[in-house]
């Protein structure tokens, strides 16, 4: 039998879901999350107050009213698939990392469902890995990403349905980004802001977004390589003459695909922000 049982892949190409919990990296204890069972912690947020160093979280299907805070401490969170558990919060993002120096993350949904200014997944000063999620929901930016000590990396997550940006990189953030998925947010897909901000941006797709696929802004820095922004309501990508990509502006579309949008492949301009009225 494999170490990690779990069902084929969907026809979408959804994740599977796990069965059970993987082995533990580190070696410890694996706590496990199910609400429909007495024997197993009730709420993920229960599991994390328990959990050692060495401990992982398994979280089974299920949908769970709770909110996420760690910091300064490792992190293994690892749920059975990001379309079979869902941690949602009213009053706050389900998930706040602050200086987290470790760890990984996977298969979970976080959605945000009240109606103050947050988002689903709040990332600071950080250096653990996200990968297979999905942030949606937030009044402000899916996913943001902010710190100067701040360097996670975030693989094959979908951002969507938020009411900004998808993923939002700033105050001296270089998180490495890698095959996200980033659709149907009200802003850009992603957005970058500030000096001394420089993401890696690797395969990532931003599709339909209601801005432009990409934004980078005040003095922000970028690798852009291999990513594809296409049908969003604007631009591929729009930057201020203060920004700077790697590879240059001029190499910088024949290394991504950013030009099947109504107003073509990019823009520079004093005033990305124009058009929201800021």
Known sequence: MPDNPSSPSDFLGNPPILNEPP?????????IVDHADPACYPRPSAALKDAGPDDQIFVRPGIYEDR????Q??????GAGR???QIFSRRSGPLYLQQVPSGRISGITFRYVGSDQHSAINIFDSTCTVTQCRA???LLSGIVIYGPNCRPSLIENEVCQNRESGIFCFAGAQPYLARNVCFQNHHFGLAVRDDG??????KNTCRHNMLSGMLLFHGAQALILENECYDNYHWGLVMTPDSRTT???????????????PRGACIVTEQPLGEIGR
Do not use: M, W, Y
Not at 68 to 71: C, E, G, H, I, R
Not at 197 to 202: A, H, K, Y
């Open 83 to 85: 379309d079979h558990v």
């Open 197 to 202: 901000t420089r993401p890696d941006f690797l």
């Open 73 to 78: 401490q490792p992190i293994q969170l690892i």
């Open 136 to 138: 949606t929901e937030g």
């Open 247 to 261: 590879p240059e502006l001029d190499q910088l579309l024949s290394c991504n695909t950013l030009s099947e949008n």
């Open 23 to 31: 082995p533990n990296p580190d070696g410890g204890k694996t706590l």
């Open 68 to 71: 996420l805070f760690t910091a």
